[in-house]
């Protein structure tokens, strides 16, 4: 019979897991913000969307479960849309009140970002 070592567990929580906190070099991109910003925004559309629909004005004869999900990914996709073509602003007033208090990101996007001081906590 063969006998099977067993395997190191992999920490998940508590002292020995990685530090994942301690990374912020992730933060110190406008790019990155920029993203976040959009993806907010289409976030917020969408829950706009989805509350207009809730109102039901009218009786539906044909609705369904399945037409409803069919709805609800069409405006999850309308969302996305609108915010990348014509968006509503929140998502830049947004990036524009996280960046305010970051030195490093409210320089030109077209900088370079290791020459830019590092951001204070």
Do not use: C, W, Y
């Not at 959009?38 to 037409?67: C, N, P, Y």
């Not at 999900?69 to 509503?88: E, G, H, I, N």
């Not at 009140?97 to 320089?107: D, S």
């Amino acid at each position: 019979m063969t006998t099977i070592s067993a395997l190191p567990a992999v920490p998940t929580n508590g002292i020995d897991a990685p530090n994942v906190s301690s990374d912020t070099s992730r933060l110190a991109s406008r790019a990155n913000l920029e993203k976040a910003g959009k993806q907010f925004e289409a976030v917020f559309t969408q829950m706009m969307l989805k509350s207009m629909r809730a109102t039901h004005l009218a009786e539906d004869i044909f609705g369904s479960k399945a037409q409803d999900t069919f709805r609800d990914m069409q405006d999850q996709k309308l969302s996305v849309t609108m915010a990348d073509a014509k968006p509503l602003g929140i998502g830049k007033a947004m990036v524009d009140f996280l960046a305010k208090n970051q030195a490093a990101l409210q320089a030109d996007p077209a900088a370079d970002p290791g020459t830019a001081p590092a951001p204070t906590l």
